[in-house]
């Protein structure tokens, strides 16, 4: 294996939601005594995929991906290749079957197993599979911190797992039962990265408003509290925020906390309580209307993005219309819209559907052209303002522009030296796109 003077180079390909994103970073952290960041999958002795079973059509592209990677293996037959995350937790030694160059699966209990997994792997010549359900777990280790990888925003886990079983959601099976972190953990997590340069924080959680620490039972209110109290520190936001357990104390505080940003992910799901019964969510269409006119009225100035679920079994088309009407109340910056995928192990898998699939195919697009003007209506309305940005890296597509974030949560390409890289500076907005803004720098 590789020595600190000989590291090997390992790539890892995110697919899905923050939490994987964090997992990724976890996943470098135990891996950094053997291995560094490779910046390909052709460069790489170690290839990793964090997989996401959230809908099929991130688990079909996985395989794909895996396809695509064959030839390298054929190549070079030294490349380990590794599937970690909700579908290695799912799936297990199915992988392996099925897409034979894999090496070796982990599942979403088992980060801090992998160095010793790959040691197996190596030793012994054979393919491991290491997949531990819920119940016979224990809390995933403490990951050691990786230097130089914190940017100017960074992720921080404060809870795994969920214990609300809506009834679409695959999350409780692969991720399993809640867990929080300690508070004194977070905390010196949190304060390791602010020291590192970090300006901006994003808690995570499958449903944050459902932390309680271990030791002294104190809830989410209070940890957001001690977190926006921390010297350095210039921005928080959390998610994701389950609509149901969004209280008025957490309103509040968002209100009140000079660091926590003036935009809020809030997953309606759909506008009709006849579905939102059938997803096990926990509240109406009018309760969660209930929640977003109190923010409103705390902060004037809040946006909100969402999470909408179409087709699910049994919604009819005035069901559907009811989440259109809800959208255009709400008026969401953003929503993260998608066709029902019916994932194994859930309720809503073994759901009778009576609604044709035909009849649902254009609802979609429908809904997506209804949200995406909305969207460019807002865009529209920001141009000429004055806003503030936290500076957080270069825009991918187009070399020289910086990119950064207004604290309501809009993106701002501006051109601008490499040095505000971390820095909060005022722009102007000049023009709308349709995902981004950009501006220019007051002379």
């Known amino acids: 294996m590789h020595g600190m003077s000989d590291l090997g180079k390992v790539y890892v390909r995110t697919f899905g939601c923050q939490m994987n994103v964090y997992d990724t970073e976890k ?24 997989t996401c079973s959230i809908r099929e059509k991130a688990e079909q592209k996985v395989y794909s991906l895996l396809g695509r990677i064959k030839p390298l ?23 392996m079957k099925r897409s034979p160059l894999v090496d070796l699966v982990f599942g979403t209990h088992n980060l801090d197993e992998l160095p010793a997994l790959l040691d197996e792997r190596i030793h012994s010549g054979k393919k491991v599979c290491r997949v531990i359900g ?10 050691p911190r990786v230097p130089g990888r914190a940017g100017p925003a960074s992720l921080l886990t404060i809870m795994k797992g969920c214990d609300n079983w809506c009834s679409y959601c695959v999350v409780p ?48 209110v209070e940890l957001l509290r001690k977190i926006d109290a921390l010297p350095g520190l210039k921005r928080l936001r959390f998610v994701t925020s389950h609509p149901k357990d969004f209280s008025r104390e957490l309103a ?10 003036e935009h809020i992910h809030l997953p309606v799901q759909a506008g009709s309580d006849t579905v939102l019964t059938a997803m096990r969510r926990g509240y109406s269409a009018s309760r969660y209307l ?57 309720a809503a898998s073994e759901m009778d559907d009576p609604v044709k699939d035909s009849e649902k195919k254009s609802w979609l697009p429908e809904l997506q052209a209804v949200q995406n003007l909305i969207t460019a209506e807002k865009h529209q309305d920001m141009v000429g303002r004055v806003v503030e ?21 809009y993106i701002v390409h501006f051109q601008g030296d490499p040095s505000l890289v971390g820095q909060i500076v005022t722009v102007r907005v000049t023009r709308s796109r349709s995902i981004h803004l950009e501006g220019e720098m007051p002379v």
């Open 27 to 50: 996943i470098y952290a135990f891996l950094q005594d053997r291995y560094v960041p490779a910046a390909s999958e052709e460069e790489a002795d170690l290839i990793i995929l964090n």
């Open 173 to 220: 099976l692969v991720r399993g039962r809640e867990i929080s972190r300690p508070a004194g953990r977070i905390l010196d997590e949190a304060s390791d990265l602010i020291q590192r340069g970090v300006r901006e924080l994003t808690l995570l959680g499958q449903n944050v408003n459902s932390y309680r620490d271990p030791g002294s039972g104190s809830g989410f």
């Open 290 to 346: 209930e929640k977003v006119r109190l923010l409103r009225s705390l902060i004037p100035e809040v946006e909100f993005t969402t999470d909408i679920i179409v087709g699910f079994p049994g919604e009819t088309r005035q069901d559907f219309q009811r989440t259109l009407e809800l959208i255009r109340e709400v008026r969401y910056q953003n929503a993260f819209s998608f066709r029902f995928s019916p994932r194994p192990g859930t």
């Open 134 to 143: 819920d119940s016979d777990s224990v809390p995933t280790a403490e990951a």
């Open 252 to 261: 509040c505080a968002m209100a009140e906390l000079p660091r926590v940003c």
């Open 389 to 409: 940005i936290l500076v957080e890296g270069f825009d991918r597509k187009r070399s020289g522009l910086l990119e950064g974030r207004t604290r309501t949560n």
């Open 73 to 95: 293996k054929e190549t070079n037959p030294g490349i380990l290749v590794g599937v970690g995350g909700c579908v290695a937790q799912q799936e297990g030694e199915k992988i």
